[in-house]
């Protein structure tokens, strides 16, 4: 079964605006993925973020996690066109688990 | 580096034929998994390995088999093929099997008939 779930299933923003998608998990974590696909391609890890820490940056991205709610939240400002693609959060250990996983379309 | 490296990229089989499909990584990663990704569901964790020698099944295990014989190669073979193992399937690996990052191929698209 999926850990993970994200939310919304979907989302479409203008080029330039930010765009902020959530992660709910079930169980306890040791740290929690993000990865992103474009469409046709393999997966790419983005960023992980441990189970004791509450922000993360990297570049546009920021990525928190409340443990206390087991969520996690990613944020890309600045969204350009080449940030269209579906962004997958995955939990655990030898095991990950990705949830369904957030479309987002970025219109020029 | 190639990284993870998939064959073949777009199979289609009849029901009940049997196939591999290949991974190879040249990262010396001694994790290596395989997942299924059907749409709306994000990716299902099939077989893994966390090193030659060493696999275990993970969420949707049934109807296909792996070995480990190298570090660097983890197939995964279909005994018979049924219409709901159309799906397009992702070999990933990771130095890190407890923690780290998984690095994908660019998928498999199996069509079964």
């Known amino acids: 079964s999926q850990q993970g779930e994200e939310d919304p299933q979907a989302l479409s923003i203008q080029e330039g605006e930010n765009a902020t998608m959530n992660c709910s998990y079930k169980?306890?974590?040791?740290?929690l993925q993000w990865y992103r696909q474009n469409s046709g391609r393999g997966l790419v890890h983005l960023i992980l973020?441990?189970?004791?820490?509450r922000e993360k940056h990297s570049g546009r991205l920021r990525v928190t996690l409340d443990t206390s709610k087991k969520s996690s939240s990613l944020l890309i400002t600045a969204s350009r066109a080449a940030d269209t693609a579906s962004y997958f959060c995955?939990?655990?250990?030898?095991?990950?688990?990705f949830g369904a996983g957030t479309t987002v379309t970025v219109r020029a | 580096n190639a990284g993870v490296t998939q064959t073949p990229k777009f199979q289609v089989l009849k029901t009940g034929q049997s196939m591999t499909l290949q991974c190879a990584q040249d990262?010396?990663?001694?994790?290596m998994s395989w997942y299924r990704q059907d749409p709306g569901m994000g990716l299902r964790l099939i077989h893994y390995?966390?090193?030659?020698?060493?696999?275990d099944q993970g969420e949707v295990p049934n109807g296909y088999n792996v070995s480990r014989s190298t570090t660097e190669d983890f197939p995964l073979r279909l005994l018979s093929a049924a219409p709901s193992q159309t799906s397009v399937y992702f070999c990933?690996?990771?130095?890190?099997?407890?923690?780290?990052?998984?690095?994908f191929g660019e998928g498999s698209r199996l069509t079964v008939l």
């Open positions: 990933a690996s990771s130095g890190q099997a407890n923690t780290g990052e998984l690095f």
């Open positions: 973020i441990r189970s004791n820490e």
């Open positions: 995955a939990t655990g250990r030898y095991k990950l688990s």
């Open positions: 990262m010396n990663h001694e994790y």
């Open positions: 169980t306890s974590i040791n740290n």
């Open positions: 390995s966390v090193g030659a020698g060493i696999t």
